[in-house]
């Protein structure tokens, strides 16, 4: 179990940094994810992390000592490849005993150890298959054996189960969180999958473009994104974003925008006065907006239903607007079909202003 | 149910058990149990047709006919006749019984053994080092084009620059290992202690190139992620490349053993020209104590007998090899 703390820590490729400056204090025990889309230097800190890659600059530290220099065999760190990464010419025994060899350990404490962690992972009965015997999961499965059979200081998890079907993936989320809470070690989660970071991890960190955007619990990233970019990358289906722009109206400060006046909420007014342009970008998740056929009490939007599409439970509705199509969750009893008119009211409490330029949030 | 009624299998479904089965439109989704629905084809299509092929492949195989089995098949019935310049004599079988009782003969299957072990014991080791060495190196294409060179050379040609490498009055290692004292008196290739691991040298130098090109290859598709996982684990990089990348490496291995010991049987012009056998027939291994029977001494018949025999043990080496690398591949899959 350790602290990681990466301090100004660069990665460069070339001439091109992949990694920009990125600081990071994992607490002992915490699960933390790196989110963000492939190319966001995500893996590339991983890999660092790990002593697979040079650090360009800056250090990573492991309860405060710099591992910068370590070669990975000697930074205690287990890693769960995308692919597994399981040796195919070992039985799933040699597989997970394989670190505990690498180390030195003694036969019968090898296998008391992969006992138990086999045992743990409910592959106990697979121990004389081949990795070409096994299926994704289970694949998946012996290749989170071989970490955690060792005890190591830290867990690297680079997209484990990216490449699981859709049942199985939700199953192994639940899994792995388990399992993290249960052995108490320091992991770091990356994955591009925003449901994963948002329903496992302690802290997130999203990434874009080599750059750390946000760092905080998954409430934070999703209820307070700090710019824009994360507010359109996290949450499913995406955040809506209008072009719309700040008036004064008889005291009041209210967003215009073709389709609808909403005045602003009294502590919204004070976020914005002075600091904001006259233009901004407004966004509102799916969920924060109701949607009617009949126009409520109100300052509402207007619209014109695009296309629904029932997705089970819920339903979405696509909502054509003077300059851009907005997506509304609704209940799957709304009896709109397309080109009704429609009205939305929004959940003040849950949209956001964004600046128009640099995309930073206003709240 | 209307049509298809009379052409269908109906499966055995247990009393009690309900199956339904959707189609198409919204109107067939209705209680259907499973069974009724499965019509046979009425008649199926006829096999794709393949007659032609035979046609398209008849002149490569005539061609090939005539330029290698009808050699092969005269191999073999020469090899039982007394034949020298000019007709033949029907011997049956005398040329191959002869063989065992012939010291030379047997003297250069254990020649052969020792030059074939030695050249490939070399090679291997040495090509693969340097395909690791060579391997990510920033000057890769440079340095592959560049060790390429030796096997570029007919290997007559080879022979004769290494002749005068080792030449007793101006060659080069002559005068090398002479200055470092390995070397008493004589020339390299007069003495028989040294004239073997001379031919053994010329055919490393000329032919690791490949096993290092074969290997090369080979490295490129071992696994990265495997490497940096056994990495992880706590693997040295020694360790790695015995544990991930020689594993990875065997079915190139294979090839290029193959490739060199079937080559090492064959080629012998730079040991021909080099030594031709001797001295006191210290490197006459068997191809070219072959080459003496069958062309120095005109005995064609026994030629072919010689030729037969190490035909054969090539083969059955080759499918021995075969199988040893074959073994751990399937259990790799």
């Excluded at chain 1, 990466?6 to 994810?33: H, M, Q």
Aim: overall charge neutral; charged content about 20%.
């Amino acid at each position: 179990m350790a602290r990681i703390s990466i301090n100004k820590v660069w990665k460069y490729y070339g001439t091109s940094p992949a990694v920009r400056e990125l600081n990071l204090e994992c607490d002992d025990g915490s699960f933390v994810s790196i989110l963000g889309p492939s190319g966001c230097g995500k893996s590339s800190t991983m890999r660092m992390i790990a002593g697979l890659e040079h650090i360009s600059a800056g250090d990573i530290l492991f309860d405060g000592q710099r591992i910068n220099d370590l070669p990975p065999k000697d930074r205690d760190v287990a890693m769960v490849f995308e692919n597994y990464a399981l040796y195919p010419h070992k039985s799933v025994f040699d597989n997970i005993a394989n670190p505990l060899r690498l180390r030195g350990f003694a036969a019968d404490k090898i296998k008391e150890r992969v006992t138990s962690a086999t045992k743990l992972l409910e592959i106990d009965h697979l121990l004389n298959r081949r990795p070409s015997e096994l299926s994704g999961g289970q694949k998946q499965r012996v290749a989170i054996g071989r970490a955690i059979v060792r005890e190591p200081k830290l867990f690297l998890f680079d997209e484990p189960i990216a490449h699981l079907d859709a049942k199985l993936r939700a199953h192994m989320r639940g899994e792995i969180k388990h399992l993290q809470r249960s052995l108490g070690t320091t992991m770091i989660y990356v994955t591009h999958d925003q449901l994963e970071a948002l329903s496992m991890a302690d802290m997130i960190a999203v990434m874009h473009d080599g750059e750390l955007q946000q760092w905080g619990t998954p409430s934070e990233i999703f209820n307070r994104p700090v710019n824009a970019w994360v507010a359109g990358f996290v949450g499913e289906p995406a955040m809506n974003f209008l072009s719309a722009e700040l008036r004064s109206e008889g005291g009041n400060t209210v967003l215009t925008h073709p389709n609808f006046n909403i005045p602003l909420l009294p502590q919204q007014v004070a976020l914005v006065n002075g600091s904001a342009k006259r233009e901004v970008r407004m966004g509102v998740r799916p969920d924060a907006l109701s949607i009617s056929t009949t126009r409520p009490d109100g300052p509402v939007i207007e619209g014109r239903i695009y296309v629904t599409e029932l997705l089970g439970g819920d339903m979405l509705v696509d909502v054509q607007l003077a300059d851009a199509r907005i997506r509304v969750k609704t209940s799957t009893d709304f009896t709109g079909v397309a080109d009704d008119a429609c009205y939305m009211t929004v959940n003040r409490d849950k949209w956001h202003l964004f600046d128009i330029e640099d995309g930073h949030a206003y709240f | 149910m209307t049509s298809g009624v009379t052409n269908v299998s109906v499966a055995q479904v247990p009393p009690g058990t309900s199956l339904f089965r959707a189609r198409g439109t919204s109107s067939d989704i209705e209680a259907r149990p499973i069974t009724a629905v499965l019509p046979l084809p009425v008649r199926l299509n006829s096999a794709a047709p393949r007659r032609y092929y035979l046609y398209l492949m008849a002149p490569a195989i005539a061609v090939l006919a005539f330029i290698s089995l009808y050699p092969f098949v005269w191999l073999i019935v020469m090899s039982l006749q007394d034949v020298g310049v000019g007709a033949g004599e029907w011997v049956g079988l005398k040329n191959y019984t002869r063989l065992f009782n012939d010291v030379r003969f047997l003297e250069g299957w254990v020649l052969l053994a020792q030059y074939s072990a030695m050249c490939l014991a070399l090679q291997l080791s040495i090509g693969l080092l340097l395909a690791v060495i060579v391997n990510g190196a920033r000057w890769e294409k440079f340095l592959v084009t560049a060790l390429l060179m030796p096997m570029m050379m007919a290997p007559a040609v080879a022979g004769l620059v290494w002749l005068f490498l080792y030449n007793g009055t101006f060659g080069w290692y002559h005068w090398l290992f002479q200055s470092l004292g390995w070397l008493d008196s004589g020339s390299i290739l007069s003495s028989t202690d040294t004239a073997m691991l001379a031919i053994v040298l010329v055919d490393v130098w000329q032919w690791t190139p490949l096993i290092t090109l074969i290997a090369l290859a080979g490295l490129k598709r071992v696994p990265q992620d495997q490497l940096e996982a056994n990495m992880v684990d706590g693997a040295s990089p020694l360790r790695n490349f015995f544990a991930i990348t020689l594993p990875n490496l065997y079915p190139v291995l294979l090839i290029a053993i193959m490739l060199r010991f079937m080559d090492n049987f064959r080629f012998i012009d730079a040991a021909l020209v080099l030594t031709g056998g001797g001295p006191a027939d210290s490197t006459k291994i068997l191809p070219i104590y072959l080459f003496e029977v069958a062309f120095k001494f005109f005995k064609l018949g026994r030629g072919a007998a010689i030729a037969l025999t190490l035909l054969v043990v090539t083969i059955i080496l080759g499918k021995l090899l075969v199988r040893i690398f074959e073994k751990p591949k399937s259990e790799r899959v």
